[in-house]
């Protein structure tokens, strides 16, 4: 079955505690980006990479840190979590490169909820 | 600037229609889309429209794009429970590397 799959589903700690939040798909997409989604605010982009080895600052980047050293792979890492990063985040893969790349939808894994006390 | 807004709830009737509205500001998007959100799930795409066209209809949903007003809203015919959901509603801007999203809108649907 073709998925985009994050793991934990739910993880609280404490400040300043490194954690790693890890996402895999196995549709072979070179696409795949990391959202948070806090309420009243929608989805916001955190971090994307077009391939492996290539990765970009979304639209709050800062606190979160990324590597793609496999294409199915995209781990979010926090190294310092601070309480201002509780939030439902996702993982998203697409592919890209063809004609109808701009019709491919994004395919979300189901969320982490983290919550930093 | 890139501001995607919705109205944040929206309550029907069960069989009745449902109309979600969207408003973006940037001319330039290529792609509009409307994604749903089920309770402890992912975003999973319901439909899309290219900036140059009108409308799109697919089954029950029907897309409605106003590119002058830069009003986007998504139709719902004979809504049912199953369709409760968050809808949310994301412009593309130029390769698709970013979408912005709105803040979503919650659709609460009752016998």
């Known amino acids: 079955e073709a998925q985009v799959t994050q793991n934990p589903r739910y993880l609280i700690t404490v400040t300043g505690k490194k954690l790693t939040v890890t996402c895999s798909q196995n549709?072979?997409?070179?696409?795949m980006s990391w959202y948070r989604q806090d309420p009243g605010l929608g989805l916001r982009q955190i971090y994307y990479s077009m391939n492996v080895e290539v990765t970009d600052k979304g639209d709050v980047p800062e606190g979160y840190k990324v590597s793609r050293k496999e294409k199915r792979n995209f781990p979010l890492i926090l190294e310092s979590p601070s309480p201002n990063q509780t939030s439902l985040y996702f993982c998203?893969?697409?592919?890209?490169?063809?004609?109808?790349?701009?019709?491919?939808?994004?395919?979300f894994g189901n969320g982490t909820r983290l919550t930093v006390t | 600037g890139e501001d995607v807004e919705q109205s944040l709830f929206l309550s029907v009737r069960e069989g009745d229609s449902s109309v979600i509205n969207c408003t973006y500001t940037?001319?330039?998007?290529?792609?509009l889309y409307w994604y749903k959100q089920e309770p402890g799930a992912g975003l999973q795409l319901l439909t899309y429209i290219f900036s140059n066209m009108d409308m799109k209809q697919d089954q029950r949903l029907t897309v409605l794009l106003n590119k002058k007003d830069k009003h986007l809203s998504l139709r719902i015919a004979d809504t049912q429970t199953g369709d409760s959901a968050i809808y949310f509603c994301a412009e593309s801007l130029g390769g698709y590397n970013k979408l912005i999203f709105g803040a979503g809108t919650r659709l609460a649907v009752h016998p």
């Open positions: 940037d001319s330039s998007s290529t792609y």
């Open positions: 549709m072979n997409h070179e696409y």
């Open positions: 998203a893969s697409r592919p890209v490169g063809t004609a109808s790349s701009y019709n491919s939808p994004l395919h």
